[in-house]
């Protein structure tokens, strides 16, 4: 619930800042010739919350009263280079491969009570999104936008072997396809264009391995019926 709040309140100081945006008066705008440009590049730093939509067994979860949660969201960084194709005047086809690296933290609970040792999730991916952007109209040096399309994953530090010294009994799939959709604001500054972008994103598939951990670790497998990913990135995209 608390991370839901967190999400509704990020998207409402982003719609305020679109509706001001268009509250401004006329000013001098600065040069966008980099924009009008059928193709041009750039490179984007971002942070990432990485999350799990994890759908509880139910069957097992009647016998045995296991509960799974993702209860910690850690902050993860995203590293990308932009390639924007300008089809049309109001909208991009944008292509961003790079680098995203994030945990997750898994409990379970019976009732409220933890029964086990955090399973702490690392993911390092390779990331290709394709996006289709579609632009608002500019005011002065402000051009809100809104994105969506999507991308493939490959998380290089998944499909771990099982190690029997140790309680691991998570472990998750290498590819993986999301889709994402986002808003934003361009911002022309006098040498080059700062957008800033808001952006969730949505895995496709079950990522969870089904090959059974050591016995006495089954019972937490058997527990999630479904585990989806779910990443949510702030983005500083410079071009």
Excluded: C
């Amino acid at each position: 619930m608390k991370r839901k709040k967190i999400y509704i309140a990020l998207s409402f100081i982003f719609l305020l800042i679109h509706i001001s945006s268009f509250g401004q008066k006329q000013k001098p705008k600065n040069e966008s010739w980099y924009d009008e440009k059928l193709l041009h590049f750039g490179f984007s730093l971002g942070f990432n919350t990485m999350d799990f939509n994890i759908t509880p067994s139910q069957k097992y979860l009647a016998s045995d009263s296991l509960y799974p949660e993702v209860s910690i969201l850690n902050p993860g960084i995203n590293i990308q280079i932009v390639t924007n194709l300008r089809p049309a005047k109001y909208l991009d086809i944008r292509f961003l491969p790079g680098v995203s690296f994030g945990q997750r933290v898994v409990r379970y609970y019976k009732g409220k009570v933890l029964v086990n040792d955090e399973q702490r999730l690392e993911s390092s991916f390779l990331e290709f999104p394709l996006l289709l952007k579609y632009k608002g109209e500019r005011l002065n040096n402000v051009r809100p936008y809104v994105i969506g399309g999507f991308n493939y994953r490959y998380d290089l530090a998944g499909k771990k072997e099982y190690d029997d010294d140790k309680p691991i009994y998570l472990r998750l799939k290498r590819p993986d396809l999301y889709y994402e959709v986002g808003t934003g604001l361009d911002f022309y500054l006098t040498y080059f264009k700062l957008s800033v972008e808001l952006k969730m994103s949505n895995g496709i598939g079950d990522v969870l391995v089904r090959e059974p951990p050591a016995q006495q670790y089954v019972k937490y497998l058997n527990a999630i019926d479904k585990m989806k990913s779910q990443i949510w990135v702030l983005a500083f995209h410079f071009e």
